[in-house]
Structures are given as structure tokens and as C-alpha cells.
């Protein structure tokens, strides 16, 4: 997401992104909008892209459940890549995941139900969502 590619808190730097030559990595998002002014233009994720991050998702439920994880929960809240889908204010984007709220629900919508499909029936999913941009 937008907010990705950021050095650990425990060494002391925040609120910047990490270049790919200092150990960042390249980010993605709905639309190819930076966080902030200190943050990477984040690639706009194509169809392929998405595919790879909702099996992402996917695959760390899979781990989650073998790690003995009672819970899964989806974090779309707080700037990170699931809540970028939800806002128009950083989904830009003109095709089925972008425009209308239904729309810009779809990513996180396909995530889920791909997740659920592949988690036991008796373990609870949570999705944690924003209820604000942060944007006046």
C-alpha cells in the first residue's frame, strides 16, 4: 500500500518510505497516489497485481491457521493497502475497482470471501476498517 515500504520503528526513523537502493521495495496501490510528500508513488496495481495480492491474503490466512491462530482478521483501516481500495480519496481509479463505493469495495470484498473459503468454517474472520480519510 501507499504507506508501505517504511524502516522499523525500533531503529528510529518514521514517517518516511524507504528508496528501493536503501532496502525498500517498490509499493502498489489502487491509484498511483503518494501517502504523503515524503512517500513513494506507489505502482497502480493492474489486474494481474490484484490477483497477486488477494492471493497474498490467501496465503498468509493458510499460515495464520497452521500457526495455530484463532483469529483471522483482514486489516483494511488506517491507510494501509485494504483501506486504499475503500477511499476515494486514494482510489482514483475509472474500472470495476474504482468509482462507486461498490466498486471500490470489490477488492476487499473478493479478499475476504477468497480468505474465508480457505480458512476452517469455526474460525472467525474480523475486517478492521477506517471510518476516516484524515482528509478535511
Known amino acids: 500500500g501507499r504507506k508501505g515500504s517504511t524502516p522499523v520503528i525500533w531503529k528510529g526513523i518514521r514517517g518516511e518510505t524507504l528508496p528501493e537502493e536503501k532496502g525498500g521495495w517498490r509499493v502498489i496501490a489502487p491509484s498511483a497516489l503518494p501517502f504523503d510528500g515524503t512517500s513513494q508513488v506507489p505502482k497502480e496495481a ?66 475476504a470471501h477468497r480468505v474465508r473459503k480457505v480458512i476452517p468454517k469455526e474460525t472467525p474472520l474480523f475486517v478492521r476498517i477506517s471510518v476516516t480519510d484524515y482528509a478535511d
Not at 491457521?65 to 480519496?89: K, M, Q
Open 46 to 111: 493492474n489486474e494481474i497485481d490484484i490477483e497477486v495480492l488477494q492471493q497474498a491474503f490467501v496465503a498468509s490466512a493458510k499460515r495464520a491457521v497452521r500457526a495455530g491462530f484463532e483469529v483471522i482478521e483482514l486489516h483494511y483501516a488506517h491507510g494501509y493497502l485494504g483501506s486504499t481500495w475503500l477511499s476515494p480519496h486514494s482510489n482514483k481509479r475509472t474500472d470495476r475497482y474504482g468509482g462507486s463505493l461498490e466498486n471500490r469495495m470489490r477488492f476487499g470484498l473478493e479478499t
